[in-house]
């Protein structure tokens, strides 16, 4: 699985394209769990 795609211009020097898409779930994934804890400490805490 490839973080960065790279093609060859026509100097043949080699470029950045993009970013792969292919770990996008994985990130997403994170970030819900990051969100869902923030919101059962804050909870949990209480205001004061």
Known sequence: ME???????MYGQETL???SWD???V????AVV???AHLAY???AGKK
């Open 34 to 36: 990051i969100i869902v």
């Open 42 to 44: 804050s909870m949990v």
């Open 27 to 30: 990130f997403t994934g994170i």
């Open 17 to 19: 394209q993009g970013i």
């Open 3 to 9: 973080l960065f795609r790279y093609t060859r211009d």
């Open 23 to 25: 770990l996008l779930p």
